[in-house]
């Protein structure tokens, strides 16, 4: 009987601590006024906020290439959200054209600055005072070549840029995490790119920092996979492969970012099998994220609010950014 009553509490835990855990996802809902469809969502924290750079899927879109401007989203709480809207047009500017995909910011020195793809691979920038914006021109031109931009402003104010050289070919046969240091002015390139991992990746590549290790996540197959190294720029040896983090994810190309704010870790990500979307009408989400005491991540399950529905896309999964 007291086995029994025992097992019955470790199950009212885990109950109780799935629900605790769980967010209110989608952080746009359909049913919200000013709803739009973002993807790719970058997280940052500033100012003891949060901060969320996504892409903007057009209603009806059949594929990516209608994808052309950029949204931002602001919380305190993360329970409370702030729909700025789209706030950076980036075809404005007579130089960018073409598909506008994953984009992040990032800050330094009195500025904000807004690292956004265009033609798929080139990087533009924009800049402004506020995380929020209005954003101006950084630059008239691309800075560089890569997919998915991520910059990371390591401790010591040394910036660096991250991506994969999927649909561009800048380094080694195949398609790898690469990285490269940014100059002070935050829009040059300090020195060539180099190859930082030893395995393939399609796209999506992010990284952040914990108790002194690099963390270096991307999209691979299906699902979002991570490396580990000891430096930001890990070339000789490559940053060590640890595995995959999420479930098999075939309504959205895996997609994400993480952040620590409040003391707590949050791993952000898309979906396109809700808010009646597909797989280019995809919604921004977000759950805790956790670490094993050697510094791996634990398996992150995907959660839904309370009388959210999902659908299955119709639409066969096929051109992929």
């Not at 949060?50 to 903007?56: A, G, T």
């Not at 956004?116 to 209005?134: L, M, Q």
């Not at 999506?204 to 720029?233: I, N, Q």
């Not at 921004?284 to 659908?311: H, Q, R």
Request: aromatic share 16%; hydrophobic share 35%; net charge negative.
């Amino acid at each position: 009987m007291k086995k029994f009553t025992f097992i019955l509490f470790l199950l009212g835990v885990i109950c109780i601590n799935h629900f605790l855990q769980a967010q209110d996802n989608p952080i746009l809902k359909k049913s919200d006024s000013n709803f739009l469809y973002i993807a790719d969502p970058s997280a940052e924290v500033f100012d003891n906020k949060v901060y969320i750079y996504c892409s903007h899927d057009q209603n009806e879109a059949t594929n990516y290439s209608s994808m052309q401007d950029y949204v931002v989203l602001e919380s305190s709480d993360l329970k409370t959200w702030t729909n700025h809207g789209v706030v950076l047009k980036p075809r404005a500017y007579s130089w960018a054209q073409g598909q506008m995909n994953a984009p992040d910011v990032a800050y330094k020195n009195g500025w904000y600055y807004f690292y956004f793809p265009y033609d798929k691979t080139h990087i533009g920038v924009a800049k402004s005072r506020n995380p929020e914006g209005p954003w101006e021109e950084a630059v008239t031109d691309k800075i560089t070549s890569i997919f998915d931009p991520t910059v990371f402003v390591d401790e010591d104010g040394q910036a660096y840029i991250y991506g994969s050289d999927t649909k561009i070919n800048i380094g080694d046969k195949g398609r790898h995490i690469m990285g490269a240091k940014l100059k002070e002015n935050m829009v040059e390139l300090d020195g060539p790119w180099h190859r930082l991992s030893e395995e393939t990746v399609a796209e999506a590549v992010h990284c952040f920092k914990r108790e002194g290790k690099y963390y270096f996540m991307a999209r691979k197959g299906w699902r979002t996979a991570y490396w580990m190294a000891d430096s930001p720029l890990p070339v000789a040896p490559y940053a060590d492969y640890k595995g995959f983090i999420t479930p098999h994810q075939v309504d959205a190309p895996a997609h994400m970012s993480a952040i620590e704010f409040n003391h707590q870790w949050y791993f952000f990500y898309q979906r396109g099998d809700v808010n009646e979307g597909t797989f280019w009408g995809r919604s921004a989400c977000f759950d805790k994220m956790y670490f094993n005491e050697d510094g791996s991540i634990v398996p992150i399950e995907y959660t839904l609010g309370e009388g959210v529905e999902t659908n299955v896309p119709v639409t066969p999964i096929k051109n992929i950014k």
